[in-house]
């Protein structure tokens, strides 16, 4: 009895030395060189958010996309903070970066008053296919909030090549094209 009991507790410990470790990630902004800025200019409040992701990519897991529309969840290699926190998050550093004439606060801004545009983005791509490509595709629209009126909007399809099929490098890139998508936001935001 004990012998059976011993070695079922060895092939317990067996199998749980055999899990491999959780990887965690988080995506970040892209150092882009500032605008130049105007003097005597009053500097504006814009406001990034909210933002939407697809429901298959809300989640802890990063999600890859495999041949015949397929995808993989991986277990093992995941988001250290809620994917749409993290997005929102390098939107709002990158244009603070890219907008050194205003002030850039993520939603919910209520902290710091009103603001005066608002930039509303809706991700329906943000994925990779390891060893291929990365692809985000969002729309957007800039409203003034004096009017609730959008007074610019468009839609921003970014694929960037991936040689590594590593989730480091997916991570990577996937911080890539979120740079990218901002210098496109800065180039709408200089226009108002």
């Not at 990365?134 to 609730?148: C, P």
């Amino acid at each position: 009895m004990i012998k059976k009991s011993l070695a079922l507790l060895a092939m317990l410990l067996a199998g749980c030395a055999s899990t491999p470790a959780t990887h965690f990630y988080v995506l970040e902004a892209v150092s882009q060189p500032a605008a130049p800025t105007v003097k005597d200019m009053k500097k504006r409040l814009i406001g990034v958010g909210p933002i939407t992701l697809p429901p298959l990519l809300d989640r802890k897991q990063i999600v890859t996309r495999t041949l015949m529309n397929g995808i993989d969840v991986a277990e093992f290699h995941q988001w250290a903070a809620p994917l749409k926190d993290n997005v929102l998050d390098v939107l709002t550093q990158n244009l603070t970066q890219l907008q050194p004439e205003n002030f850039i606060r993520p939603y919910p801004w209520s902290a710091y008053g009103t603001v005066n545009y608002r930039v509303l983005v809706d991700i329906t791509r943000f994925d990779t296919r390891p060893g291929i490509a990365v692809n985000f595709e969002a729309t957007w629209a800039i409203m003034d909030e004096s009017n609730h009126k959008i007074i610019d909007n468009g839609r921003s399809k970014i694929s960037h090549a991936l040689i590594d099929t590593s989730y480091p490098a997916s991570v990577h890139a996937l911080s890539q094209v979120l740079g990218q998508f901002c210098s496109e936001l800065s180039v709408a935001l200089q226009k108002l």
